[in-house]
């Protein structure tokens, strides 16, 4: 199969059903959006509408991901975040050439970084034992 050299509504839309039937189907983050997600459809439409907006500056995304991301805070595990990046990379590279995969693998990783650190970065990590000058 030829990969795509450019992003387009239309393989941006193979890669939402591609990714997420990986997604579904895998046994450490599957669970959690098969349990999440009641309507897979219109899900899946909303994500094709997602990555339009990241990858094509189309605006057709109007949700905000992170209040839907942290209403499941106490469902997700940071070990989560590198199984969904693992099955991004390998659903971009089959689908497109190695540097417009790279492309979306990096908004990805900006994506993950960003909702890690909402989720899970907290001022009790700082260091508390410090002596005031």
């Known amino acids: 199969m030829a990969r795509h050299t450019t992003a387009t ?3 941006i839309r193979q ?3 591609t990714f997420y039937a990986r997604v579904r189907a895998d046994d450490l983050i599957g669970p959690l959006f098969n349990d ?3 309507d897979w459809p219109h899900h899946l439409d909303k994500l094709a509408a997602f990555w339009s907006s990241v990858m094509l500056t189309s605006g057709r995304y109007k ?3 992170m209040p839907a991301h942290l209403k499941h805070r106490d469902r997700i595990a940071p070990a989560m975040f590198d199984r ?3 099955l991004w990379r390998q659903a971009t590279a089959a689908l497109f050439a190695p540097q417009l995969a790279a492309v979306f ?3 990805a990783e900006r994506i993950a970084e960003s909702l890690s650190l909402a989720l899970f970065f907290t001022l009790d ?3 508390t034992d ?4």
């Open 84 to 86: 969904w990046l693992a």
């Open 9 to 11: 509504e239309q393989n």
């Open 63 to 65: 949700g905000r991901p």
């Open 105 to 107: 693998q990096d908004k």
């Open 36 to 38: 999440t997600i009641a």
């Open 125 to 127: 990590n700082r260091k």
């Open 130 to 133: 410090a002596v005031p000058a």
């Open 15 to 17: 890669l939402v059903d």
